[in-house]
């Protein structure tokens, strides 16, 4: 069982779309992370968010933490072909013993076409 | 900014034999992590240091020990390499001490591959 659901898994889109990726868990993150990852490469940090309801935006990309902090959503604005690869979001749990350790969601392929 | 480094970037090994790979955290982080990318999986994390000491255990098999050291600098020991051992193994970094404890930082990976 995936403790973080990402979804879509995949995705393919024209150079100009909009798109949103979600991240759904049942559980509680004390903070959330988004990821870029060339393959191959280790993963690019993008954004924590760490504050329900916390909303921040990174040139055409907008980051969005749940209320209840068991959620988030990455939006891309006007995507453009450099925006095609791999996003990861991946949440640390709140509370317990496991302190900072990350649990990653299935990952989205973005394929952006010109 | 200086990043995380890892090295090897590549290794090739025979079965049952051993590799190190090794880490270089960003100056002045104190937490290590460690995690290990099978094909087309997401990374799942491995063992974590803080200061030198073991923080946390994920599903870290036994014949894999880690270690941090006083430069804060972290091995991963791999013994009896499996073909199942194939993967990217990243590290990454944080600086527990100023209080932004999960944002991580990632290496660029080591790929090992168990012939």
């Known amino acids: 069982t995936q403790l973080l659901e990402q979804s879509p898994q995949f995705l393919s889109i024209q150079e100009g779309e909009n798109l949103t990726v979600y991240c759904n868990s049942s559980s509680v993150f004390s903070s959330l992370q988004w990821y870029r990852q060339e393959p191959g490469e280790g993963p690019v940090l993008l954004v924590t968010?760490?504050?329900?309801?916390e909303v921040k935006k990174l040139k055409r990309l907008t980051f969005q933490f749940g209320d209840a902090r068991k959620d988030s959503s990455l939006h891309i604005t006007a995507a453009q072909p450099g925006d095609t690869g791999l996003y990861l979001c991946a949440g640390a749990l709140s509370g317990g013993t496991s302190y900072g350790k990350l649990t990653f969601g299935q990952g989205t392929i973005l394929t952006v076409h010109p | 900014a200086a990043g995380v480094i890892q090295s090897p970037r590549h290794l090739i090994k025979e079965k049952r034999e051993t590799a190190t790979l090794k880490c270089y955290p960003i100056?002045?982080?104190?937490?290590v992590y460690w995690y290990q990318q099978g094909p087309g999986q997401d990374p799942q994390f491995l063992i974590s240091f803080y200061e030198k000491m073991q923080s946390d255990k994920g599903s870290i098999p036994d014949r894999f020990s880690a270690q941090q050291f006083s430069d804060y600098h972290s091995e991963l020991n791999m013994s009896s390499l499996e073909l199942g051992d194939s993967a990217l193994y990243f590290c990454?970094?944080?600086?527990?001490?100023?209080?932004?404890?999960?944002?991580?930082?990632f290496g660029p990976g080591t790929r090992l591959t168990v012939l």
């Open positions: 990454a970094s944080s600086w527990r001490t100023s209080g932004n404890t999960d944002t991580q930082y």
């Open positions: 100056p002045r982080h104190d937490t």
């Open positions: 968010v760490v504050t329900g309801g």
